[in-house]
């Protein structure tokens, strides 16, 4: 069965796009069929793989307004080896113009259900904001990747998108699950950092991945290459970093059911 991922939290510069690039990338690598959805109207994602956000023939948006399917608007990432829904500018004008349309929480999930026997994987990059683009994501989505730095803020924004969640769940998606919370730009050495990793393994124990992204510098560079990192630098500590997570989500997928 596909595996639909968004990633996503409401707190912004958590590496949240340079996990769904590299995660993407790595999964990939690793033989997976990929589709990537840009839902960031910053289209950092579709720039981090190689794909110019201001020569698009079609975007995301085309596909939220229904003039278009995903088969026509996805375009294929060279730099990553995946299919991706690109985004630009466009998709800000996109929540105003859903206001009034039937159904539009739901308009990403019905359009992604159409090719979805295609893929192994898609990865939906959500903007860092709770709004509407945010919610096609969750409605489109059975799981959620929550990338989050070990700090002390991150723990109280946690707390209100693990409620954001609940009521997606309650109101418009019974299927959606956290995946697992995923720790970024991680500094060992930092007292801090440590604590909020052991209370994050506390509260919520299996939900963490045991792989952990360390603050890289090949990571922060490879957007600017509009590659990511495992072409920038495969043997990086970043990029070996998101290949061990793309081999934790292909262990637990492999793994039955409880």
Known sequence: MTKILAITNQKGGVGKTTTTVN????????????????????????????VDKRDLQASVYDVLLGSKTVAEARVHSEAGKYDMLAANRDLAGA??????????????????????????????????ALNLLTLNGLCAARSVMIP????????????????????????????????????TMFDPRNTLAQQV??????????????????????????????VPALYHDKLSKGTQAYLALAGELLNNAAQPAA
């Open 23 to 50: 995660l993407a990338a790595s999964l990939a690598a690793a033989k997976q069929r990929v589709l990537l959805i840009d839902l960031d109207p910053q289209g950092n994602a579709t720039m981090g793989s190689g």
């Open 95 to 128: 929540e105003i113009e859903l206001v009034d349309v039937p159904h539009r929480e739901t308009r990403l999930r019905d359009a992604v259900h159409a090719v979805a026997s295609e893929y192994d994987y898609v990865l939906i990059d959500c903007p860092p």
């Open 148 to 183: 989050m730095q070990c700090e002390y803020y991150a723990l109280e924004g946690l707390s209100d998108l693990v409620n954001t969640i609940r009521k997606v769940r309650a109101n418009l998606n019974p299927d959606l699950e956290i995946e697992g919370l995923l720790r």
């Open 197 to 226: 990793s052991d209370q994050l393994q506390e509260h919520f124990g299996s939900k963490v991945y045991r792989t952990v992204i360390p603050r890289n510098v090949r990571l922060a560079e490879a957007p600017s290459y509009g």
